[in-house]
């Protein structure tokens, strides 16, 4: 694989990642409008900007600023086949091993299933886009690794960030890990209690207090811009008045002259902690923007090899993936909005114009990547389930509690709601047909499947997203 | 002293606690029995009117002074239970309605439409004017919490996650009543582990629940909690240190850090009572079925949803026809609890009933709940859960009205049915009770619960004065202060970090270790470190907290235990929120996302070497590994 080194920024000191210099003009007639921001959005204005790179004006609007914020950073392709019918019991399904080799696993899957309907090679297409534009790790294993959550499970999945490299839980080495008084989101004796008894190694933990004063929560951006502009944060807390105070005040009450920095005694503390590790794991808030400094500047001072586990909503890794996506987008000349369409006029089949921040555009072709439930993708309410964009059909069942099974982790049915797609990826109608000729949907909002089950949702979202671009560019 | 008789209390919610309480203050010996953590699950399912009386002055003046005086009496008892919104009336004849407060003494001032809106922004334009009332607002919760505490400092033993399973008559008197004590959590395939579902199962699952269970002998001895703990001589009952036992692995002095995970067997107790109170809300009848009597009764449907948020922050009201429920709106801590009854005549396709639904009100209850308040409130902002409420009544109709049956006339003495009433006149309610059994055995002490504030209800100095705010962000302390009451500085004096594990409800590390360490929540209970807290409640219901309030069990728990209490906490927040799966499809969603997916928590793996030898180890891409420090510490 090559290529990289001209498609991505190269990482600098504060990393450069993900801060786009340039901004795209966006056109007065984009051939390829791309609705919605998410992994699935980035990547089909992607591919449809790399598709042809000089003929195309590809447009993406962000309809939901947070979307990142719920993504763990990860690149998941697919963990666990659908639910075989015949050993659907609960035991069955809690200890069923996560697939090895995802190309091996996806035969197995039903043929209306996105990544058969697509096929495998467009989905070694796009992983291999990804690899190109992001700089992730894993590129070269057909092999799922297993990666350590924050509630003490392992997960697998297909790509992860180099910030997780060092602590993948299917590489047989002990770790230790370190979490902080201020942010419960990660309780690290809880976390490695329960990989060690789960894993054929050792896993330790301590917990130590992040410098500076800390009141926000949940806490993980907030520690870390910490990290980011190395200074302690400060908190927000009512002014005691201590004269009043009989006892002797609690010292996390006592004011700090200044706030210094954050790193040096972040590390001072770990360090007189724990115990020497070859590898030690962070709460995934080390840094925003310059993450690769913070946890160089950790690893040499703790000798040991730094990862990060994932917490959140909202999640950092998500942010620091979406910065990266962003500046490929850049590099790419994707012209990147963000709001919300106002309408469109459609003729003969086809959307011919939107009105996007009051103005009305021609446009060639159209991908709706808005998400599904859990996005913005689709709406719910007492006359069912919409999408709200451009009214696509949505299938689903008219009486509401039979969206749900009755406790949280079960086959829930609208797991599965979003659109129905022909093998162009066109949303269908009631009746089959598709909605619109130039509309093509990408990512969750492509329905028929638990993505959340399968642990497939970014497969999907690279796969569908890479097509649904290229398809739409001219 | 004479003879001191032993009265079992059927029942947790708020009147049994309040009975509970009474009954201890006048120096009874107290054991109070409830299937789920305290105050759950039906308690929640009422609409936190405080009454001041003003809807049922014209119809009942007697109750509405009744309320009027209860109103007062919580406010100097338990300040930090209620809040002082005030309330508005609407509806018609409001006129004649400011006569009839008149004559109760109970303040009305009829304001115009303008003044109306003015007052309270949130009410629906259409409203023609308004009574203001001494209305307020009420945690049901907290109250319940708190009797229970305060009988339980008068020597009350309180138990919960505990069942009547049978009462023994004999000779037309009851003799032996036999409980059983439920673990937390039980194992999530086992028994139904949420609070909501227990309470319910009773109602459809009875005859088995009850019928076979030969007691247990051999257990009498083994109970953990309740021999040991009643502290007869008044002092603080001591509880064994260093680590926390769950009822159930009994066994002296095993470390109890060991072997929690496992299957946890309930524990049967039979206890020689002289009198039982059933209390037991609308599964009163069931509980006085197990002494083969029974209690005549019609079952009403409500249904209580609730919303985020303030949309109003005056009680809002519009009395109904005389004998039904008033539709009410009012603003509870960080939520709007809207409650209506299901009227005859109103879609009754929207009340499906059946051993499938059970607390959980269809959809179609959910929107004539909305309904039925657009007109009252403009908005009703975005309802997070709902709960169907059977409601038991002697005289359909008369709701709020409260019976005393005497299962005497059924040739049981020593059982004794409370039915109805409103958490506005329960401590009354309670008085009337004791008294009676009080006068059957001869004792006559006056009743003190109007008298002697509740823990947390105590008045107290501004503590943010003196102390700022522990260090918490100024809106987390507030509302911790307006839950804990005068216990607000012993529970967020904290030595280290004391960091919020609720964000949506601002709820800290120490709240929740101080619900866990309360002697009348059920060991590791997370269930009821909720009602004592609140955390769980907010916005996600639990999706984005849960995990964090449940590993506040570890390490006093093994990692078992904490999955099991928090896969407990989780489904019962889901339970409720699936009637209301328009609005709180999202969060459901984002909630099911992060369990299942991004914390994985649908699978559970334990691999050897060997098993993960199939994965990727990051070895192909040694590039990868960072180069700038020396590996040093650890030796393959
Ligand atoms: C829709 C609705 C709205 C209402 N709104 C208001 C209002 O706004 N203001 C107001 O003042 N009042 C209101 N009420 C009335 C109020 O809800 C009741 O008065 C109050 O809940 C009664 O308390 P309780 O203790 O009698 O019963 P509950 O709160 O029902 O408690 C009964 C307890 O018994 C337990 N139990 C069940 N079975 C057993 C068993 N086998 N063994 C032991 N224990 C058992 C249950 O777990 C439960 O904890 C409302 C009622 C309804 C239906």
Redesign the pocket.
Known sequence: MNGRADATPSPSGEDSLGDPSETVTPSDTPDVLVVGGGLAGCFAALSAAREHPAAAAVELLVTAADRFDRHPGTIDVLGYPGRSTDDDSTAATEHRQPVETPFDAIDALPEDHPYRRLGRDRLRTALALFDDELDYSGERSEHNALVPTHTGRVRPTARYPDWMAAGLASRDEPMGLVGFEQAPALDAAFVADRLGERLPYEVTAVTVEFPGRVTESPAGPVLARALDGDEAPSGDVGTPDFDVVEEEPPSSLTPDEEQGPAREPLVERVRSELALEGRVGFPAVLGETAYQTVRDHIESALYAEVFEIPVGPPSVPGRRLERRLHAALADAGVAVTSGALEGFEADDGRIDRVSLSGRDRAVESVVLATGGLSGPGLVADRAGVHEPVFDCHVDHPDDRLAWTEPTLLADHAFGRFGVSVDDELRPLDATGRPEYENLRAAGRIVGGFDYDAEQSADGVALVTGGAAGRWSSP | MGYTPHVLV?????????LARDFAIRGLEVTL????P??????G???????SGAQFAREDPDYAQRCLAENRTLFEIAGHCVEDTGGLVVGDNLDGLQTACEDCSIAAQHLSAEAATEREPGLDPAVDGALAVPDAA?D?FLL?VAAARDAREYGADIRPR????DIVVENGAVETVV?EQTPFPVDADGRDAT?DA??DA?DDADGDDTGGEPPDDGADGADPGAGGESGEDGDEPVRSDGGKSVPGTVGGGTDPTEDLGGSLEPTVDRLDVDYVVN??????P??AG?ADCSVPVSQ?Q???TVAAGRPVETAVTRPAAPGE?PD?A?PVGQHT?L???HRSGSDAAGVPSGPDTGHIPSPLAVDNVADSLSGLVAGTGRTQRALR?P?AEFDPGR??DFAVLDHDRQDCWGLLT?????????RWVAERVCDRVCGEFGIQRACQTDELQLPGGEDVPDLAQAVGTFGLAESVYEHSKRRLGSQTSAVLHTDGENPVVCSCQSVTRSEVAAALDDETNADADLGGVRVRTSATTGRSQGGRCGHQVATQLHPAYDGEVVENACTALLDERWQGQRPVAGPQQTEMARTYRLHAGVMNRGHDHEMGHTDIAGYDDGSHDPADRPTCCPRVGWEP
């Open positions: 059927v029942g947790g919610g708020p009147l049994g606690t309040g029995v409830d299937p789920g305290l105050a759950a699950p039906r308690t399912r009422m609409g936190g009117l405080l009454a009420i049901p319940t505990t069942e009547v399973t409980v609070g227990d309470g009773t209390a037991a809300g609308d599964n009163a069931a509980v197990l009403g409500e249904t209580v429920a009410t009012v609890l409650a209506t009854e409420l409601r709701g709020r409370v039915l109805g009433g409103t958490v506005t006149t329960h």
